[in-house]
């Protein structure tokens, strides 16, 4: 499935949650869903429960259908809940961390700063937006981009507070990894148990 690129804040209020990671504009203001029977009453099957809570993930960290599939199946692998390493997995991606230091309003603006080549890992230039970013791995600006008037607005109003599994330097606008996200540092609201009841049955 390509990328969603249509309205951003629609797909916030289908959804009834924010997605900071998608947009910075607040559902709440309009809390129903888009279209002319939105203000009617939802009525919830437990497949749509599971759906949603899907889609909030694959929207919010702007991911494929097939990508969050193949995350899944790896994070079931996994020796912790799946559902927690689902999620890490998704923090992990490099144009997540990007937006989580503050470089970028969201991800997709991120993403956009990875694939023009903008952003370093450990001194070297990487512009694959899934790229996995391990603990003890350093994140910063090519000193070419540094004066960026995109970049310098987002640090100096970043969407999101800074979490606890990063560190982040303005002056240099370097930041580290420090170790492997928790379940405190995952800014949507999602029941990720949903997530993992969504896949169990269709793998």
Not at 175 to 196: A, F, H, K, W
């Amino acid at each position: 499935m390509a990328r969603y690129t249509g309205p951003r804040l629609r797909i916030a209020r289908r959804l009834g949650t924010d997605l900071p990671g998608l947009t910075r504009k607040l559902a709440d203001r309009r809390p129903y869903p888009p279209g002319q029977h939105g203000k009617g009453r939802q009525r919830f099957s437990e497949f749509k429960k599971q759906l949603y809570e899907k889609q909030k993930l694959r929207f919010n960290y702007g991911v494929g259908e097939k990508q969050l599939r193949n995350l899944f199946v790896e994070a079931q692998a996994s020796k912790d809940p799946a559902g927690l390493v689902l999620l890490r997995l998704l923090e992990q991606r490099l144009d997540n961390v990007v937006f989580r230091l503050g470089l970028a309003p969201t991800i997709p603006a991120a993403r956009q700063l990875v694939v023009h080549r903008h952003i370093m890992v450990d001194g070297k230039l990487v512009d694959r937006p899934g790229f996995r970013v391990k603990p003890g791995l350093e994140i910063t600006v090519k000193p070419k981009s540094r004066d960026m008037d995109a970049i310098a607005e987002s640090v100096a109003a970043p969407t999101l507070r800074l979490p606890g599994y990063l560190s982040f330097d303005q002056n240099s606008l370097t930041g580290r990894m420090e170790s492997l996200p928790s379940r405190e540092d995952i800014p949507v609201q999602v029941q990720e148990n949903l997530v993992v009841e969504y896949y169990s049955p269709r793998l």
